[in-house]
Nanobody, 123 residues
Framework: VQLQASGGGLVQAGASLTLSCTTS????????MAWFRQAPGKEREFVAA???????YYADSVKGRFTISRASAKNTLALQMNNLKPEDTAVYYC??????????????????WGQGTQVTVSS
């Protein structure tokens, strides 16, 4: 399974960005998908996750501003980010595992990772 993240960039506070994660290889609709981010000097942190039944989970810091979804191309996971803040600046990673895990917000439970895409929000 390969994941390819894209869509990052440099934006001003209050702007929006949409990240995409394209999957290839042996994936199915049962896969659990997630987004994590890592800022310089900090640990990788959970952002959002989507179960196979389309139930979604979000970190408190992004709830109401970010939306995780499966894009029209079924092998693509999107992260719509609105009202971006400087503290959202990080490298964003998409992740996947074959089935849902109760510790969905822990990076270590995911088997597959994309290469990351940089999001920089200026104040």
């Amino acid at each position: 399974v390969q994941l390819q993240a894209s869509g990052g960039g440099l934006v001003q506070a209050g702007a929006s960005l949409t990240l995409s994660c394209t999957t290839s290889g042996r994936t199915s609709s049962s896969y659990a998908m997630a987004w994590f981010r890592q800022a310089p000097g900090k640990e990788r942190e959970f952002v959002a996750a989507r179960r196979e039944n389309n139930i979604k989970y979000y970190a408190d810091s992004v709830k109401g501003r970010f939306t995780i979804s499966r894009a029209s191309a079924k092998n693509t996971l999107a992260l719509q980010m609105n009202n971006l803040k400087p503290e959202d600046t990080a490298v964003y990673y998409c992740a996947a595992r074959p089935n849902w895990h109760v510790n969905y917000d822990r990076a270590l439970v995911y088997d597959y990772w994309g290469q990351g895409t940089q999001v920089t929000v200026s104040s």
